[in-house]
């Protein structure tokens, strides 16, 4: 049975003091590291913002003589409730990100990517679906963040469980729309979130961001090879750095040919090329049992029963997956599945990431999303909702 726990919080009122941030107390500044939300004025030094925490959300209360100030409905757009839920022995933690206007709401989960991943690497989107009027779901993978379990020990239908739990959670729930409860998953993601929606028909919209149509083996194959020859490898590296990986790969797989690995791995640990192949030294490392749990599983056979309509948003320049040959699959498949919406968009330049990198004399430094990434996925899901009033 699925447990919700509530938590409360705590509010710091902050005075700025005469403006010079060399003068604010200690106390203040871990007050500020601990927020994960701050509302600041005019008044307030940049530097005393400076102590915030890098993931929490900072808000302007615009407050400035004779200019227009931010309302305090723009202010206070959705609050933020603590959920723990349990899917078996495993406890999962996360925040429901709540409108404030008047219920019950339409309600995005946000299913967890690769590796440790938290709520927080799922805390952009959900604060922009939240202010739209969407409640958003975001919770941390098992074994990351406040979550018991291991995610090196759960199979994606495992994962796709907690998804399911997650579900359940939302459903029951008065000020959330049980007709109107979706998934949004990316990479990894995607994968559980389309095996979650195959199996429930609680499932009102599917957001695959960054799917691909190679089982995990293959995927990490590919990725290696594209990135070693996009790093100015010799074909000979790649090659050796593959060979290695099938071994490892295989061992996963089997249990067998072990000391014919490790004396592969022996040879290559001095090569430049190693790190790429991400290969263990002990037969015990957590990350051969991960591998066998999840190297068999194809993402075709899922999208072949997602019913729901689906938003698939793939980068074009994306190298772990062939990206034309995966917006055709996708698109038969979901047909076979009788899937009557969807829409399959191909980002041009994006990455895996859906990061389009800086062209050579461009205008800006770091990365960005791609053009349409934000937009396609928030004007796709209110035209799929019924907002509260």
Same mark, same amino acid.
């Given at each position: 049975?699925?447990?919700?726990?509530?938590?409360?919080?705590?509010?710091?009122?902050?005075?700025?003091?005469?403006?010079?941030?060399?003068?604010?107390?200690?106390?203040?500044?871990?007050?500020?590291?601990?927020?994960?939300?701050?509302?600041?004025?005019?008044?307030?030094?940049?530097?005393?913002?400076?102590?915030?925490?890098?993931?929490?959300?900072?808000?302007?209360?615009?407050?400035?003589?004779?200019?227009?100030?931010?309302?305090?409905?723009?202010?206070?757009?959705?609050?933020?409730?603590?959920?723990?839920?349990?899917?078996?022995?495993v406890d999962i933690a996360g925040t429901l990100m709540l409108?404030?206007?008047?219920?019950?709401?339409?309600?995005?989960?946000?299913?967890?990517?690769?590796?440790?991943?938290?709520?927080?690497?799922?805390?952009?989107?959900?604060?922009?679906?939240?202010?739209?009027?969407?409640?958003?779901?975001?919770?941390?993978?098992?074994?990351?963040?406040?979550?018991?379990?291991?995610?090196?020990?759960?199979?994606?239908?495992?994962?796709?469980?907690?998804?399911?739990?997650?579900?359940?959670?939302?459903?029951?729930?008065?000020?959330?729309?049980?007709?109107?409860?979706?998934? *949004?998953?990316?990479?990894?993601?995607?994968?559980?979130?389309?095996?979650?929606?195959?199996?429930?028909?609680?499932?009102?919209?599917?957001?695959?961001?960054?799917?691909?149509?190679?089982?995990?083996?293959?995927?990490?194959?590919?990725?290696?090879?594209?990135?070693?020859?996009?790093?100015?490898?010799?074909?000979?590296?790649? *090659?050796?750095?593959?060979?290695?990986?099938?071994?490892?790969? *295989?061992?996963?797989?089997?249990?067998?040919?072990?000391?014919?690995y490790k004396a592969a791995v022996e040879k290559a640990r001095?090569?430049?090329?190693?790190?790429?192949?991400?290969?263990?030294?002990?037969?015990?490392?957590?990350?051969?049992?991960?591998?066998?749990?999840?190297?068999?599983?194809?993402?075709?056979?899922?999208?072949?029963?997602?019913?729901?309509?689906?938003?698939?948003?793939?980068?074009?320049?994306?190298?772990?997956?062939?990206?034309?040959?995966?917006?055709?699959?996708?698109?038969?498949?979901?047909?076979?599945?009788?899937?009557?919406?969807?829409?399959?968009?191909?980002?041009? *330049?994006?990455?895996?990431?859906?990061?389009?990198?800086?062209?050579?004399?461009?205008?800006?430094?770091?990365?960005?999303?791609?053009?349409?990434?934000?937009?396609?996925?928030?004007?796709w899901l209110l035209q799929r909702v019924t907002l509260g009033?």
């Amino acid at each position: 049975m699925d447990e919700v726990a509530k938590a409360s919080g705590k509010i710091y009122l902050i005075g700025a003091g005469p403006g010079d941030p060399k003068l604010l107390t200690i106390k203040a500044a871990e007050a500020i590291g601990a927020s994960d939300v701050i509302v600041y004025d005019y008044l307030v030094n940049p530097e005393v913002l400076a102590h915030s925490r890098r993931n929490a959300e900072v808000i302007d209360a615009g407050k400035r003589a004779g200019q227009p100030s931010t309302s305090q409905a723009h202010i206070v757009q959705y609050k933020q409730e603590e959920l723990r839920f349990s899917n078996a022995a495993v406890d999962i933690a996360g925040t429901l990100m709540l409108p404030t206007t008047k219920g019950p709401h339409p309600a995005v989960i946000f299913v967890p990517s690769s590796g440790v991943a938290t709520r927080d690497s799922s805390r952009f989107l959900a604060d922009l679906f939240a202010r739209r009027g969407i409640a958003a779901f975001i919770y941390d993978k098992r074994g990351a963040g406040g979550s018991t379990g291991d995610w090196l020990q759960a199979s994606f239908d495992d994962l796709a469980a907690d998804s399911l739990a997650a579900i359940r959670v939302l459903k029951n729930r008065k000020d959330i729309n049980p007709r109107q409860i979706g998934l *949004r998953g990316q990479s990894q993601g995607a994968r559980v979130a389309a095996i979650t929606a195959s199996r429930s028909k609680d499932i009102a919209f599917v957001i695959l961001v960054a799917p691909g149509k190679l089982n995990p083996e293959q995927q990490e194959l590919r990725r290696v090879e594209y990135e070693m020859r996009r790093d100015g490898f010799s074909e000979g590296d790649i *090659r050796e750095a593959l060979m290695l990986m099938r071994m490892k790969f *295989r061992f996963a797989r089997t249990g067998n040919e072990w000391d014919e690995y490790k004396a592969a791995v022996e040879k290559a640990r001095d090569m430049k090329w190693f790190s790429y192949a991400l290969a263990p030294f002990s037969k015990d490392d957590p990350s051969f049992r991960f591998w066998r749990l999840v190297n068999d599983y194809e993402p075709v056979k899922a999208w072949e029963k997602v019913r729901p309509p689906v938003l698939a948003i793939l980068g074009e320049l994306d190298t772990n997956t062939p990206v034309s040959e995966t917006a055709a699959i996708m698109k038969e498949a979901l047909k076979q599945a009788g899937n009557k919406i969807f829409f399959i968009e191909v980002l041009p *330049r994006a990455e895996h990431t859906l990061f389009v990198r800086q062209e050579k004399g461009g205008q800006w430094k770091w990365p960005r999303f791609a053009n349409g990434y934000v937009e396609w996925q928030n004007n796709w899901l209110l035209q799929r909702v019924t907002l509260g009033k």
